[in-house]
């Protein structure tokens, strides 16, 4: 993936000398649907007031973040992860701006706060556990960025296909990662499209089986969102290596919710599925892709 020595975003904030203990809340939406038996289920960020009936054991333990202090000294691979995410960030921003622009709408970009250990989020105190979030009440993106070790060493998803030496080595690939972040926008433009609120009010009445079933239509939207982008920011700047599409597919494949319950627990329980099988996951970014429009995300009114 090429993407150095292009625009970073002025959108990142780093709040990594600012975490503290505190508890989780449920409200954001993310990536991946994570368990306890897999280090909390770290995958690429969840709802965890759905997430596999754990709504009820989500408590208070200890006080909301506070500020702790302590500057951040980057280290030669953090910061080059900080740059990366900024320049992944901004592309999402040329692109999206653009795609609402010939909607006749105007583009409004998130905040990406980098955060370590816990914070104080719009949507309540949030730990790394949970993995890459997006929190609606405040349109921010919340990252731990040792999360990219994660994805390679708890997950399984592989490094960069092209080998071309630009990413760490005990990390995901470089495009994998920007499927990460370009995930969690997806949530910021159903927001924005007001989508978020209208599956939030019907999840309001229905069951728990029916509201999990609407959380993986809003994730598969999210995944195919991420594959418009990748297509378009393409023909913007010609930023894809071979190989990087694979890497992404590899990532939808390692988190989906199949594939996550059966290597945590030996069997799947489709009725729990929150953000859809790795087929389906894979299925709905190549579309977005393959047409580039976001038209063709409309995983509420067809069969996923």
Known sequence: ???EDRRESDNVEDARGSSGRGFRVGGGVGIGTLVLA???WKGCGIDPSVTLGLSQQVQSTGSAATPSGQPVVDTPESARDKKFVSVVLADTE?????IFQEHHATYQPPKLTLFSGTIQSGCGAAESAMGPFYCPMDQKVYLDMDFFKDMRQQLGISGDQQNSGSGANDEAGDFARAYVVAHEVGHHVQNLLGIADKIQSARQNASKVQSNALSVRQELQADCF??????????????????????????????????????AHGYVVPDSFTHGTSAQRVKWFQLGFQQGRIEVCDTFGQAI
């Not at 040329?94 to 653009?98: A, I, K, P």
């Not at 939808?252 to 996550?260: K, M, P, S, V, Y």
């Open 1 to 3: 993936m090429r993407w």
């Open 38 to 40: 897999l280090v909390l």
């Open 94 to 98: 040329d692109t999206w701006r653009q």
């Open 226 to 263: 991420a594959g418009v982008w990748a297509n378009r920011n393409q023909q913007r700047v010609n930023f894809l290596q071979a190989g990087d599409i694979e890497e992404a597919l590899n990532a939808a494949t390692a988190i989906g919710d199949d594939r996550l319950q059966q290597r």
